[in-house]
């Protein structure tokens, strides 16, 4: 019966948003997975205190905007 209720716990990490949830070498260990869900807690807290971390990406935007500004250059 433990071993229906460990796959159902692993199941439900699936409806969680990518970024929530647990890398699979965590999922044999509860302590792992539980330490997890802090750190997710406390990235919750800290983004709804405004202390989010700024994702950078190039986007294609970037580059047309160095194109642009290299020909008036």
Do not use: C
Not at 31 to 59: C, M, P, Q
């Amino acid at each position: 019966m433990e071993a229906i209720s460990a796959a159902m716990v692993v199941l439900g990490f699936f409806e969680l948003p990518a970024e929530d949830q647990p890398p699979e070498h965590y999922w044999h260990s509860r302590e792992l997975v539980d330490e997890w869900f802090v750190s997710v807690k406390a990235r919750y807290e800290r983004k709804a205190k405004g202390l989010e971390s700024i994702e950078t990406s190039v986007s294609e935007d970037d580059f047309v905007n160095e194109e642009v500004a290299a020909l008036r250059g």
